[in-house]
T-cell receptor
Framework: KQEVTQIPAALSVPEGENLVLNCSFT??????LQWFRQDPGKGLTSLLL?????REQTSGRLNASLDKSSGRSTLYIAASQPGDSATYLCAVPKTSYDKVIFGPGTSLSVIP | GAGVSQSPSNKVTEKGKDVELRCDPISGHTALYWYRQSLGQGLEFLIY????????KSGLPSDRFSAERTGGSVSTLTIQRTQQEDSAVYLC????????????FGQGTRLTVV
C-alpha cells in the first residue's frame, strides 16, 4: 500500500529565503509525482508534474526533483514571497490509470 | 468547461438528512476523483471513476456514501443519513486519462452537519 509523507508539517521563513519541502513515498513503482498548492478554504492548484522518467521539473521560482529509487521528491522554492504562503501537497498514482494518493501537506508561511 | 465545477459551494444540513454533491469535470476528462478533507487534515481518497465505472471505491467510509457518474461526465456523491463526522470539504478532481495525467481540482463543497 502506497503511503506518502511530507516533512516538515509546517514551516515559517522570512521573505526572500530559499526553502525546500520534502515528500517521501513507500512504493517506488510510481508513474509520476505531482506537487499541488492549496490556499486556505480553496481547492488545489497543480504546480508541477514530474514523470517517473524525469529527474526534475522547473516552473518559475519552483523546482521539483524526483528520486524514484529512494522514494523521495523535493520542492525547492527560490526567493520566497508572502504570496507563497499556502499548504503544499505532493501526490502519486501507481499507474497511469490509478487513483492519486496525497501526502498530508506542508503548511508554509512566508513572513514579510 | 474551463475548469472543474462543484456545487453547492457550501451546504449546511441537519443530522440524519441526505445530501447530494455535484461535480462537473473538465470536458473530455475520463478520470474523476472524489476526496474528503476534514479540518486541518490531509486529503482522504473516497472514490475514483474511469468513464462511468468506478474501479476503486475503497475509500468510501461507509455504506451511507455512494457515488455515480453518468455520460462519462457529471458525478454525484450522495451521503445518506448524514452524521456530524461527515462535516468536511469534499473535493472533486478530474484528469485526462487517469493518474498518469495532471489532475485539476474544483473549489470543493464545504459540508456542515448540525
Amino acid at each position: 500500500k502506497q503511503e506518502v509523507t511530507q516533512i516538515p508539517a509546517a514551516l515559517s521563513v522570512p521573505e526572500g529565503e530559499n526553502l525546500v519541502l520534502n515528500c517521501s513515498f513507500t512504493d517506488s513503482a510510481i508513474y509520476n509525482l505531482q506537487w499541488f498548492r492549496q490556499d486556505p478554504g480553496k481547492g488545489l492548484t497543480s504546480l508541477l508534474l514530474i514523470q517517473s522518467s524525469q529527474r526534475e521539473q522547473t516552473s518559475g521560482r519552483l523546482n521539483a526533483s524526483l528520486d524514484k529509487s529512494s522514494g523521495r521528491s523535493t520542492l525547492y522554492i527560490a526567493a520566497s514571497q508572502p504570496g507563497d504562503s499556502a499548504t503544499y501537497l505532493c501526490a502519486v498514482p501507481k499507474t497511469s490509470y490509478d487513483k492519486v494518493i496525497f501526502g498530508p501537506g506542508t503548511s508554509l508561511s512566508v513572513i514579510p | 468547461g474551463a475548469g472543474v465545477s462543484q456545487s453547492p459551494s457550501n451546504k449546511v444540513t441537519e443530522k440524519g438528512k441526505d445530501v447530494e454533491l455535484r461535480c462537473d469535470p473538465i470536458s473530455g476528462h475520463t478520470a474523476l476523483y472524489w476526496y474528503r478533507q476534514s479540518l486541518g487534515q490531509g486529503l482522504e481518497f473516497l472514490i475514483y471513476f474511469q468513464g462511468n465505472s468506478a474501479p476503486d471505491k475503497s475509500g468510501l467510509p461507509s455504506d451511507r456514501f455512494s457515488a455515480e457518474r453518468t455520460g462519462g461526465s457529471v458525478s454525484t456523491l450522495t451521503i445518506q443519513r448524514t452524521q456530524q463526522e461527515d462535516s468536511a470539504v469534499y473535493l472533486c478532481a478530474s484528469s485526462l486519462i487517469g493518474g498518469g495525467t495532471e489532475a485539476f481540482f474544483g473549489q470543493g463543497t464545504r459540508l456542515t452537519v448540525v
